[in-house]
């Protein structure tokens, strides 16, 4: 099999040839891959076989100053797509930033009348064109769609009057929601029109020890509007898998978020939750992504604790596949190379013990 078409097959627990992998090195750590290796193609080295991309988007608005009618911005501000405002922390946040929230204490026409971000005209054969080079050399192409419904809202309106919008059935929420849903299925629709592999939403909906928002109000507000992302990425194309993101504690959602159509659930953070439980109960009807903690194991625990780690996430998933085993976040710059290889070493050691 092609590393395509093997990742495919594990993702739909029919068995694998090789044990899939997935990294993300944030910035300091592709400088170290570069010093070790000459070269900065950390993906060819830990055999991924899979590639994520990104659309591209247009920004509708002129001057992302001007979107902030009731703040003033720090001048080291940067604009997203969405006009969303990024300002730097102190040295130690790495590339974590403050947000600025453009709709935050917004009215009801404002929202409507917000110069929210469109796929451009033409960019269905970019990507293609993306998707089929990634296909050429025998690789799935993984679609980054996250920041689905949920975050891109929150990001915008700020959570706290986003969470009061929702609470009230405010219009408001209703109105902003529906944009921004309407620009997630424009997305997914290009993506799934283009054939890619994977369709890789998601929305952080927990916390460290707990939900971050009520089950019955996901429910009512953020659930159906997923499930018309997904529904019409299926629609276009039936074969593309659905892959959703989510850190922080949310077993609580998983049979919903099953129900609606995901098929890969990221990242299991160990910190939060029981892989084992989650796979227990769902193991048969949902595949999973990561697992190997970037908040404890990784930075802290030592390579032969990683080694263990990851040998048992690797038995427990057994021969069906339904695991793409690696870090559950961007590998920070505290993680040590050696836990990294220990990943490496471990995936080899349970393929060396099939044969």
């Known amino acids: 099999m092609t590393p395509r078409e093997n990742i495919l097959k594990a993702l739909r627990r029919e068995g694998f040839d090789t044990v899939p992998v997935d990294f993300v090195l ?4 592709i400088d170290e891959f570069k010093n070790r290796f000459g070269h900065s193609d950390y993906e060819t080295y830990f055999g991924m076989s899979h590639r994520p991309f990104e659309l591209n988007v ?5 001057f992302g100053p001007d979107l902030f009618k009731r703040e003033t911005l720090p001048d080291s501000t940067v604009f997203d797509e969405y006009g969303i405002g990024h300002s730097k922390g102190s040295s130690a946040a ?7 929230h453009p709709l935050k204490g917004a009215d009801l026409n404002e929202i409507l009348d917000y110069p929210y971000p469109t796929v451009p005209v033409g960019e269905l054969e970019n990507v293609k064109k993306i998707a089929n080079g990634f296909h050429s050399k025998g690789l799935a192409s993984l679609a980054f769609m996250q920041m689905t419904v949920f975050e891109a809202s929150w990001y915008l309106r700020s959570m706290e009057e986003l969470m009061i919008d929702m609470m009230m059935q405010d219009e408001k929420a209703t109105a902003l929601l529906d ?45 159906p509007r997923l499930a018309k992302v997904i529904a019409a990425a299926k629609q276009v194309n039936p074969n593309i898998i659905i892959f959703y993101h989510s850190c922080g504690h949310i077993t609580p959602f998983i049979e ?7 098929e890969v659930l990221n990242p299991i953070q160990p910190e939060c939750m029981s892989f084992d439980e989650v796979h227990d109960k769902y193991g048969k009807r949902l595949s999973f992504w990561g697992t190997l903690g970037t908040q404890e194991l990784l930075p802290f625990g030592t390579k032969e604790e990683v080694y263990k780690t990851t040998l048992s996430r690797l038995n427990k998933m057994g ?16 993680v040590p190379w050696e836990n990294l290889t220990a990943i490496i070493e471990g995936v080899k050691t349970f393929e060396q013990n099939r044969r």
Not at 26 to 29: A, P
Not at 58 to 62: A, I
Not at 321 to 334: F, K, R, S
């Open 26 to 29: 944030c910035d300091s750590q």
């Open 58 to 62: 247009q920004r509708n608005y002129t």
């Open 94 to 100: 790495f590339h974590m930033t403050r947000m600025h």
């Open 179 to 223: 944009m921004i849903t309407e620009f997630a299925i424009s997305k997914a629709v290009t993506y799934a029109k283009a054939g890619v592999d994977i369709l890789s939403l998601g929305d952080d909906i927990g916390a460290q020890t707990s939900i971050l928002i009520d089950v019955e109000l996901w429910e009512i507000w953020l659930k």
């Open 256 to 262: 919903q978020l099953i129900e609606i159509g995901v």
């Open 319 to 334: 021969e069906q596949g339904g695991l793409v085993i690696g870090p559950t976040h961007m590998v920070e710059p505290e």
